[in-house]
């Protein structure tokens, strides 16, 4: 489901834009604003799932991403549209930060745990292929409102499912190591960066406001690397991120990710606005 609204919405977009009266420039705020939260805040929520206990991290962000869900299917305007999401992508990132660590920790046989990473593997790779199919028909059949909305049921059942089957564990580690400056820093860092490069082809890559944004954000990015050399609990200790087997695998995963949204964005309103092309056949 988490994945899933990173594409499902993909489709919708043209019909979107038509009943909401976005702007072109704007429209990739429907996308955008779901993809920041969401890529920002995984590190402090997985941080908070050691210190209050996934079990209960997780159920907090599927409620939260429900309530989300059914905020951005009864959007009147952009602006509640936007604020939805990007409240939908906060959520979704509390949600899944602490998945995979649920997955090692209720698995303790490396057969059973393989298999159960092969299905988590499984299961996301599907949310993002069927987010396109289901995303056209749904927005041709009911509406776009349904592509979020749809969410509502399921999310109801995870969360009746995760408290009635998920064994309550006590937190990995107890007071320490929120690093809050770190989570505010490179969330806040992040949030600048894309909205910098977002707004650039409106506003010009030499405009005052492009060029004050993205040094803040480029400052606030480099601020964070400086408190995680010296924070006492990092966030994400440098170490970790010097190590060849982790730099190099999470970069070619950036530039593959940052080329399927550019595209998936971009032909979803080629398809049917140039095109012609119904949401389903799109999809």
Not at 188 to 198: D, E, K, N, R, S
Request: with cysteine; proline share 5%.
């Amino acid at each position: 489901m988490v994945i899933l609204d990173g594409t499902v919405v993909t489709v919708a977009l043209p019909s979107i834009q038509r009943e909401l009266g976005f702007t072109a420039a704007d429209l990739s705020w429907v996308v955008g604003a779901y993809l920041i939260p969401f890529g920002g805040l995984l590190l402090l929520a997985g941080r908070l799932g050691d210190l209050i206990g996934r079990r209960e991290v997780f159920l907090i962000g599927v409620a939260a991403f429900t309530m989300a869900s059914a905020l951005c299917g009864l959007a009147t305007g952009p602006a509640m549209l936007i604020a939805a999401r990007f409240l939908q992508g906060a959520a979704g990132a509390v949600a899944s930060a602490v998945i995979l660590g649920m997955v090692v920790g209720l698995f303790k046989d490396g057969r059973e745990r393989a298999r159960a990473i092969g299905i988590y593997s499984f299961i996301g790779a599907a949310g993002a292929a069927i987010g396109l199919l289901a995303g056209g028909v749904l927005t041709q059949t009911l509406g776009w409102h349904w592509v979020f909305l749809v969410n509502v049921p399921i999310g109801a059942l995870t969360l009746l499912a995760g408290l009635l089957l998920l064994p309550a564990k006590p937190p990995l580690t107890t007071g320490r190591g929120r690093d809050v400056p770190g989570a505010v820093l490179i969330t806040a860092g992040l949030m600048l960066t894309v909205y910098t490069i977002t707004e650039s082809p409106a506003r010009g890559w030499t405009s005052p406001i492009t060029i004050g944004t993205g040094l803040l954000g480029a400052s606030l990015l480099a601020a964070f690397v400086i408190r995680e050399q010296f924070a006492p609990d990092p966030l994400l200790p440098l170490s970790f991120v010097r190590d060849r087997q982790v730099w190099v695998p999470n970069l070619v995963q950036f530039l593959m990710v940052g080329a399927l949204f550019a595209f998936q964005f971009m032909l979803g309103v080629y398809l049917q606005d140039v095109l012609g092309f119904g949401p389903a056949g799109t999809g």
